[in-house]
């Protein structure tokens, strides 16, 4: 098939009056191919399970690409992702001006546009972009370093932080991403450590919440070992850093920054480390190498990324081979994430995890291929389902455990009907397309076999076949197997 240059899919995204809406989805790269390969096997297909677990979910044709090229080129491939050409992605998603903006400059914008905007950018490069597996963890390190854009000036900031912390470190390294989450205008506010000052003579205490969630949440885990005074210790050593969005005078308006008379110069002990007194703005970064370098740490994130990928009790063997990567690695997440997915945990954890709702949504629209801008109607059922992007109230972001998720299911049946449907406002699906690829006398046994990756059961094949082919389809995407990934 044509690969199309940037020039080409630009000229064609603005011929008309209607913008990218007249846009031949094929230069988009939203193409569905001629012919697809249907599982033939009572276990889900291994392709079809790593495209579920590491993306969103196949897109038509993928699942036979990955075959073509193997899965191991398929995960390299998906680990560099700067090398993989997302422009028909980029066209959708580039157009909100705000999520490019400064934390600063974020403020000329009005509140129901900045959380339009993000939640949409947010939506749309998960369904389109062919960086599945970036995207998975920009989910994954947005719900571990979780901001609520409800929180004070938090809207404001968090597209910053969204571009500057979460996806410029989603696939790099584990230090480095806490250490820009640590002085990020977005985690300053919602944690409050824009006001832990510790100015000299004052008496001042410093301002706990921040480094409690630091060693709790975002590195060492809540029985990883600290005490009281470890987080103590932790917050006189982040002292200083702030953020004011009426500093527009200085160079870099917008950004956080260091009062040094805010910070308490004494000598500190984190973790049974020393820190010298003095150490200035270099105390945050001891601090940050002195905890995201614990074992607890290891342990910690390896559960995490384990629990995320393969199950929500993960085998102790692997949570050890991950830790054990991040250890080497000094917290470099694609050796984790390569230990992870070449793991025998992983291959033998088929159709086990429950989707959560983002992910259900996404993979069934991945599927059949649908046709969105990801406007309020589409953003609607999402919230519906309990996981609105960006809205989770408390720290520790939403949760992998599947019971929070299970009060919820009537809302994805009504999705996954209404989408087949063609019922499903600011969605197009042609069902007719994906039905001429699979085959002459496609029906319901072959749609569950598209949409689930095997073969249905006898049981499963009378539950999903309706009166016709739209009511069969979304009886598929309503189905237990479809859940889950």
Known sequence: ???????????????????LVSCDRALLGEW??????????????????????????????????????????????QLHPERIDDTGCDLRAERFESVYFSAGEAYEFRKPVLRDEITRHTLLRAIYSR?????????????????????????YLKPSDDREVIRKHA?????????????????????????????????????????????????????????????????????????????FWAMNAGESFFKADWHDEGEKRVLGVVIPKGGG????????????????????????????FVSVEPPEVLVEAVAGA?????????????AVFGSEA???????????????????????????QAEKAVLEPLQRMGQGLFQYPTPDGYSDEELPWMGTLMWRWNFGLALAAGKQGG??????????????????????????????????????????EEQSVGLVLASPAFQRC
């Not at 703005?281 to 629990?307: N, P, Y």
């Open 32 to 77: 569905v191919p001629e012919r697809l390969v249907l599982a033939d096997g009572v276990e889900v297909d291994e392709a079809f399970h790593l495209l579920s677990r590491a993306g969103f979910g196949p897109w038509p044709g993928e699942v036979e690409r990955v075959k073509k090229m193997g899965r191991e080129a398929w995960l390299e491939e």
């Open 427 to 468: 969605v197009r699906v042609d069902l007719g397309t994906l039905r001429r690829a699979m085959g002459k006398g496609a029906g319901a046994r072959e749609w569950f076999r598209y949409l689930v990756g095997r073969v249905p059961s006898a049981e499963e094949l009378a539950a999903v076949t309706g009166e016709n």
């Open 326 to 338: 991040f250890t080497r690695t000094r917290g470099d997440i694609k050796a984790m994430l390569r």
């Open 281 to 308: 703005k270099g105390d945050l970064d001891r601090l940050v190498e002195i905890v995201c370098g614990h074992a607890s740490t290891a342990r910690f994130i390896a559960t995490k990324l384990c629990k995320r």
């Open 131 to 155: 960086r599945q597996l970036f995207e998975v963890m920009v989910e994954f390190w947005t719900d571990h370093l979780n901001i609520d854009l409800e929180k004070g000036d938090c809207i």
């Open 171 to 247: 696939l790099g390294n584990f230090f480095e991403l806490i250490r820009a989450s640590a002085t990020s205008p977005a985690m300053l506010v919602y944690l409050d450590g824009k006001s832990n000052q510790v100015r000299r003579g004052s008496g001042d205490k410093p301002n706990e919440n921040y480094a409690r969630e630091l060693l709790e949440l975002h590195t060492m885990g809540v029985h990883g070992g600290y005490t009281q005074a470890d987080v103590l210790e932790a917050a006189r050593c982040l002292s200083g850093w702030t953020f004011d969005r009426n500093r």
């Open 346 to 372: 992983f291959a033998a954890s088929r159709g086990q995890l429950l989707k959560r709702p983002l992910k259900f949504m996404v993979s069934a629209m991945r599927a059949l291929a649908a046709d969105t």
């Open 1 to 19: 098939m044509r690969t199309f240059n940037r020039r080409e899919v630009l000229r064609a995204a603005v011929m008309g009056a209607g913008g």
